[in-house]
C-alpha cells in the first residue's frame, strides 16, 4: 500500500504539473488568438474603406450620368431657342437654360467633393495596406515565437506524461477511477497531505483514530469531510 500511496502522490503531482503546463499552452494559444483577431481587424478595416470606395464611385459614375443628361438638355434647348418666334416662349426657354446650368454647376461641384473623397479614402486605403503588411509581419514573427514555446510545453508535457503512466501502472482500475472523480469534483485536487491531525485539503480535524491509521500505511483512507484521498507525506520520506 506504501507504494500505491506514493503512486497516488506522484500521479497527483504530475497532473497538477500538467495543468500547468496546459494553462500556459492555452494562455499562448489565447495570445495567438488574439494577435491573429488584430490582423483580422485591419483587414476589415481597410475592406470596409474598400467598400466606402465603391460606393463613392457608384456615386460619381451616377452624378456623370446626370450631368450628361444636363448638358444634353441645355445643348437641345440652345438649339431649340435659336428657332423660337414668340418672346414668351423665348422667356421660358431661357428660364429652362438658366435652371439647367445651374443644376449642372452643382453637379460638377458635388463630383468634384465625390473625387476628393475617393481621393482621401484611398490615402487611407493606402496606410492601412502598410499598417496591415507591417503587422502581418510582426504577427507572423510573434506567432513563430509563441510556436516555440507551445513546442516546448509540448515536450515538457509528452515526458511528463510518460511518468504519469509508469504511476498509473502501480495502480489499481478502482482507485484511478475514484482519484479521476475526485478530481473532477474537487477543482483536480484528489490527493491531499494530512499533518497535525488536519487535512490540508479542507482545513478540518480529521478524527484522532483515522489520522493514526494513516501511519500504518496498510489502507487508501479519505477525508471524512472533503473525500479528498489523504497521504502523509513525512511517512514517505522517511
Known amino acids: 500500500m506504501q507504494k500505491k500511496l506514493e503512486a497516488l502522490d506522484t500521479l497527483q503531482e504530475i497532473d497538477l504539473k500538467i495543468d ?25 478595416a481597410i475592406a470596409r474603406k474598400e467598400d466606402e ?3 463613392l464611385e457608384e456615386g460619381k459614375e451616377t452624378l456623370e450620368a446626370n450631368l450628361q443628361i444636363e ?9 431649340r431657342l435659336k428657332e423660337i418666334k414668340t418672346q414668351k416662349e423665348y422667356q421660358a426657354v431661357s428660364k429652362e437654360i438658366a435652371s439647367a446650368k445651374k443644376l449642372k454647376a452643382e453637379i460638377e461641384e458635388q463630383i468634384l467633393q465625390t473625387v476628393a473623397q475617393l481621393e482621401g479614402v ?15 509581419g510582426n504577427v507572423t514573427e510573434q506567432k513563430a515565437e509563441l510556436q516555440t514555446l507551445i513546442d516546448k510545453i509540448d515536450g515538457e508535457i509528452a515526458a511528463d506524461s510518460v511518468t504519469r503512466d509508469a504511476a498509473l501502472q502501480a495502480l489499481p ?12 469534483q ?5 490527493v491531499v497531505e494530512a499533518r497535525d491531525g488536519i487535512c490540508l485539503g479542507c482545513n478540518m480535524n ?6 493514526n491509521s494513516l501511519f500504518k500505511c496498510d489502507d ?18 522517511a
Open 220 to 237: 487508501l483512507i479519505t477525508c471524512p469531510h472533503c473525500q479528498r484521498m489523504l497521504i502523509l507525506r513525512q511517512v514517505q520520506g
Open 53 to 55: 470606395r465603391a460606393r
Open 206 to 211: 480529521l478524527p484522532p483514530q483515522l489520522y
Open 173 to 184: 482500475s478502482s482507485v484511478i477511477r475514484r482519484y479521476t472523480m475526485l478530481r473532477e
Open 20 to 44: 500547468g503546463q496546459q494553462g500556459e499552452k492555452q494562455a499562448l494559444f489565447d495570445k495567438v488568438t488574439r494577435l491573429e483577431a488584430q490582423v483580422e481587424e485591419a483587414r476589415a
Open 122 to 136: 484611398a490615402g487611407e486605403i493606402a496606410g492601412n495596406e502598410s499598417q496591415l503588411n507591417e503587422l502581418t
Open 71 to 79: 448638358t444634353d438638355n441645355i445643348a437641345r434647348s440652345e438649339v
Open 186 to 190: 474537487r477543482r483536480g485536487i484528489a
